[in-house]
């Protein structure tokens, strides 16, 4: 794949802050190169579409399932020694 630079950013560099762009942990000017560059490089953006899918599928099947009120009663009741 040919690099390109696009938004004044390398597709190297985008790759190198991918993760953190996709967890907004960028500050404002970079993100607003990465921007710019997945709108100008096809590659980047399908590669950063793609990653950001894989992360958010992550968080949903990693996320806690709510636990009910009734367990939760259960839970604060044992742990207050009430029985």
Same mark, same amino acid.
């Given at each position: 794949?040919?690099?390109?630079?696009?938004?004044?950013?390398?597709?190297?560099?985008?790759?190198?802050?991918?993760?953190?762009? %996709?967890?907004?942990?960028?500050?404002? !000017?970079?993100?607003?190169?990465?921007?710019?560059? $997945?709108? #100008?490089?096809?590659?980047? @953006?399908?590669?950063?579409?793609?990653?950001?899918?894989? %992360?958010?599928?992550?968080?949903?099947? !990693?996320?806690?399932?709510?636990?009910?009120?009734? $367990?939760? #009663?259960?839970?604060?009741? @044992?742990?207050?020694?009430?029985?």
């Amino acid at each position: 794949m040919e690099e390109l630079d696009v938004g004044g950013v390398r597709c190297s560099e985008v790759l190198d802050v991918l993760s953190d762009f %996709v967890d907004g942990d960028i500050d404002d !000017a970079m993100r607003t190169r990465v921007e710019a560059h $997945l709108q #100008g490089c096809e590659n980047c @953006a399908r590669f950063g579409k793609s990653f950001g899918g894989v %992360v958010e599928a992550m968080r949903s099947a !990693a996320a806690p399932a709510p636990l009910d009120e009734d $367990l939760i #009663g259960r839970l604060k009741a @044992a742990l207050n020694g009430d029985d």
